[in-house]
């Protein structure tokens, strides 16, 4: 998907004087146009930088808010069970008894709280889910005569025809089925994501009472255990916030159908582009060899025929024709020479992209400035789209009066070839539409904007350009990921089987052997929350000794269905 926003803060890679290169950070306003952003993908996360001090506050502010946040569910819950009865009733006059006209008003008032869901789960747990909706149908157009046609009826007035575009647009979307659904069933969820985390908080409260008024010694194990399970209460609330965000984003996002759909109109349009970009391509050969090159070497027989007429009867005259035949011969070489180097240039197709870049810095008027930090050649076809598209924007930035210098930029970004040109400005429409028909074959992405006061500038990317670079190789997981899936293999049997399955059947049965049964040795009110925390925790173990490797091999573009267990570094 290729977007331009108006506003965009890009932060370029370049290398100081140190020869380090600082982080890079591309960001997008939250009504940015960059297009759709993945879905579940956290955006936020708690800043607790500064004293030790303030990180701890940070840290219990953020787990209160949460535990609030999970609270605040509870109201949302009511309001959507309610607004579910509405839409029955509502659906049940547009559908059974006529009353069409309740329909867009109802879809409405259901997009405005998908809407509100959506800020929510951004605002709360970083999660973005992008609006899956269909565009709206254009407006209806008269006919020569001024009539309006919908459906073979002439209407005088748009009126009824909007209608009628607008109500099927709304009942063929499937956004708009599947955010009923997700009134219907969220309210449910909400509910339980709300009740949950107090519910703890005050069994924990009621079996931490006995450390108000003396107990006997058995029932003292109940106060830390409470007081845990109010901790935990306070742990769990951002957890399942989250858990609620993702819940939102599979509903309220795009579907795999729509997401699929999506795909394949987006690789018509980019098959049309490249066959459109070929044929005018081809067209402007034609164009430049009959219009330069084959105009001058007609010119050029067209002298010799006259100079061979001439070199008995006037053999002066004759030397001049056959110079000025070698001299247009010599100029129609150079025209099909730069013809060959517009189709594919001869350095860029010896000495790569970062070589061929540095040829247009120096036959560029303005001082350009190029630092390029490719380890490795992106394929031929990459190289040549990203070398068409910074010679069309320097040959633009040429031709703006107020840009006297360039840098550019190219340099990687994990499978990613990012180009980024500061210090020229925003180039005609007509150019950026043509750069990114280029880059768009390769779902390349254009950015053009400036960071805060900074000079101006314009970033081409270019995803999964040295993809072919990977191919059959794994990055190692590190340790952060590796540990714990250790952990979860080799300790997950612990809590789920003995502590967990086995000491419940114990307690059913009623056996008197406590064996080794944490669980049976405390009071009684503890021991069933006991064995259900130890099976949720054997069942956490193995679910993330199993999830971290898929999800390795998914962000580093591996299949997430081939081998399980790349090899981990430092170990």
Same mark, same amino acid.
């Given at each position: 998907?290729?977007?331009?926003?108006?506003?965009? $803060?890009? @932060? +370029?890679?370049?290398?100081? &004087?140190?020869? &380090?290169?600082?982080?890079?950070? !591309?960001?997008?306003?939250?009504?940015?146009?960059? $297009?759709? /952003?993945?879905?579940?993908?956290?955006?936020?996360?708690?800043?607790?930088?500064?004293?030790?001090?303030?990180?701890?506050?940070?840290?219990?502010?953020?787990?209160? =808010?949460?535990?609030?946040?999970?609270?605040?569910?509870?109201?949302?819950?009511?309001?959507?069970?309610?607004?579910?009865?509405?839409?029955?009733?509502?659906?049940?006059?547009?559908?059974?008894?006529?009353?069409?006209?309740?329909?867009?008003?109802?879809?409405?008032?259901?997009?405005?709280?998908?809407?509100?869901?959506?800020?929510?789960?951004?605002?709360?747990?970083?999660?973005?889910?992008?609006?899956?909706?269909?565009?709206?149908?254009?407006?209806?157009?008269?006919?020569?005569?001024?009539?309006?046609?919908?459906?073979?009826?002439?209407?005088?007035?748009?009126?009824?025809?909007?209608?009628?575009?607008?109500?099927?647009?709304? #009942?063929?979307?499937?956004?708009?089925?599947?955010?009923?659904?997700?009134?219907?069933?969220?309210?449910?969820?909400?509910?339980?994501?709300?009740?949950?985390?107090?519910?703890?908080?005050?069994?924990?409260?009621?079996?931490?009472?006995?450390?108000?008024?003396?107990?006997?010694?058995?029932?003292?194990?109940?106060?830390?255990?409470?007081?845990?399970?109010?901790?935990?209460?306070?742990?769990?609330?951002?957890?399942?916030?989250? +858990?609620?965000?993702?819940? /939102?984003?599979? !509903?309220?996002?795009?579907?795999?159908?729509?997401?699929?759909?999506?795909?394949? $109109?987006?690789?018509?349009?980019?098959?049309?582009?490249?066959?459109?970009?070929?044929?005018?391509?081809?067209?402007?050969?034609?164009?430049?060899?009959?219009?330069?090159?084959?105009? @001058?070497?007609?010119?050029?027989?067209?002298?010799?025929?006259?100079?061979?007429?001439?070199?008995?009867?006037?053999?002066?005259?004759?030397?001049?024709?056959?110079?000025?035949?070698?001299?247009?011969?010599?100029?129609?070489?150079?025209?099909? &020479?730069?013809?060959? =180097?517009?189709?594919?240039?001869?350095?860029?197709?010896?000495?790569?992209?970062?070589?061929?870049?540095?040829?247009?810095?120096?036959?560029?008027?303005?001082?350009?400035?190029?630092?390029?930090? #490719?380890?490795?050649?992106?394929?031929?076809?990459?190289?040549?789209?990203?070398?068409?598209?910074?010679?069309?924007?320097?040959?633009?930035?040429?031709?703006?009066?107020?840009?006297?210098?360039?840098?550019?930029?190219?340099?990687?970004?994990?499978?990613?070839?990012?180009?980024?040109?500061?210090?020229?400005?925003?180039?005609?429409?007509?150019?950026?539409? $043509?750069?990114?028909?280029?880059?768009?074959?390769?779902?390349?992405?254009?950015?053009?904007? =400036?960071?805060?006061?900074?000079?101006?500038?314009?970033?081409?990317?270019?995803?999964?350009?040295?993809?072919?670079?990977?191919?059959?190789?794994?990055?190692?997981?590190?340790?952060?990921?590796?540990?714990?899936?250790?952990?979860?293999?080799?300790?997950?049997?612990?809590?789920?089987?003995?502590?967990?399955?086995?000491?419940?059947?114990?307690?059913?049965?009623?056996?008197?052997? &406590?064996?080794?049964?944490?669980?049976?040795?405390?009071?009684?009110?503890?021991?069933?929350?006991?064995?259900?925390?130890?099976?949720?925790?054997?069942?956490?173990?193995?679910?993330?000794?199993?999830?971290?490797?898929?999800?390795?091999?998914?962000?580093?573009?591996?299949?997430? /269905?081939?081998?399980?267990?790349?090899?981990?570094?430092?170990?």
């Amino acid at each position: 998907m290729i977007a331009i926003p108006t506003t965009l $803060g890009i @932060r +370029a890679a370049r290398r100081n &004087r140190a020869g &380090r290169r600082p982080g890079v950070w !591309l960001g997008t306003p939250r009504s940015g146009a960059w $297009g759709q /952003c993945r879905t579940g993908r956290s955006s936020r996360k708690l800043d607790t930088d500064g004293p030790e001090g303030g990180k701890e506050e940070a840290v219990v502010a953020a787990y209160a =808010r949460a535990f609030a946040r999970t609270t605040l569910l509870l109201v949302t819950a009511v309001a959507e069970i309610l607004m579910s009865l509405v839409t029955i009733i509502a659906l049940v006059l547009a559908m059974g008894q006529g009353m069409v006209f309740v329909f867009d008003p109802l879809v409405r008032r259901h997009r405005r709280l998908a809407g509100l869901a959506r800020r929510r789960a951004r605002a709360w747990s970083g999660v973005e889910i992008p609006e899956p909706y269909e565009p709206p149908p254009p407006p209806p157009v008269p006919d020569a005569e001024g009539w309006y046609r919908a459906d073979r009826v002439l209407y005088k007035t748009p009126r009824v025809p909007a209608f009628n575009q607008r109500y099927k647009w709304l #009942l063929g979307d499937p956004a708009t089925w599947r955010d009923m659904l997700w009134l219907g069933m969220d309210g449910v969820v909400a509910a339980a994501v709300g009740l949950l985390p107090p519910a703890l908080a005050g069994y924990g409260l009621a079996l931490a009472a006995p450390w108000v008024t003396p107990v006997p010694w058995p029932a003292v194990l109940t106060v830390p255990a409470g007081l845990a399970m109010v901790a935990c209460a306070f742990v769990v609330a951002p957890v399942l916030l989250r +858990a609620h965000a993702l819940w /939102c984003s599979w !509903l309220l996002g795009f579907s795999s159908r729509a997401r699929i759909a999506g795909d394949m $109109g987006r690789l018509a349009r980019s098959r049309s582009d490249a066959l459109d970009a070929q044929n005018a391509e081809l067209r402007r050969i034609e164009r430049e060899l009959h219009d330069g090159a084959q105009a @001058r070497l007609v010119a050029v027989g067209m002298t010799l025929g006259a100079a061979r007429d001439l070199v008995r009867a006037d053999p002066a005259a004759a030397r001049t024709l056959l110079g000025q035949a070698r001299s247009a011969s010599a100029e129609a070489l150079g025209e099909i &020479r730069r013809l060959v =180097r517009g189709i594919h240039p001869p350095v860029l197709a010896e000495r790569g992209l970062g070589d061929a870049v540095r040829a247009l810095a120096l036959d560029s008027p303005l001082n350009v400035d190029v630092v390029v930090d #490719l380890q490795v050649r992106p394929t031929a076809p990459v190289e040549a789209a990203a070398y068409f598209a910074i010679s069309e924007l320097l040959t633009e930035a040429a031709r703006d009066e107020r840009a006297e210098r360039v840098e550019i930029d190219v340099s990687p970004r994990g499978m990613a070839l990012r180009i980024t040109l500061t210090g020229m400005s925003a180039p005609a429409p007509a150019v950026l539409a $043509g750069i990114e028909r280029r880059v768009g074959v390769f779902d390349g992405v254009v950015a053009v904007g =400036r960071e805060g006061v900074g000079p101006p500038m314009i970033t081409i990317e270019l995803p999964q350009a040295l993809a072919h670079t990977t191919e059959g190789t794994h990055p190692p997981m590190p340790l952060s990921k590796s540990v714990p899936v250790v952990l979860g293999w080799t300790l997950g049997w612990l809590p789920l089987f003995p502590q967990g399955f086995v000491a419940g059947v114990t307690k059913i049965v009623n056996s008197d052997n &406590r064996s080794w049964f944490l669980a049976l040795y405390l009071p009684e009110p503890m021991q069933w929350p006991f064995i259900v925390l130890m099976i949720l925790l054997g069942t956490f173990l193995y679910g993330m000794a199993a999830t971290l490797p898929l999800l390795h091999s998914r962000e580093h573009g591996g299949d997430a /269905c081939g081998p399980a267990y790349p090899q981990w570094r430092g170990w």
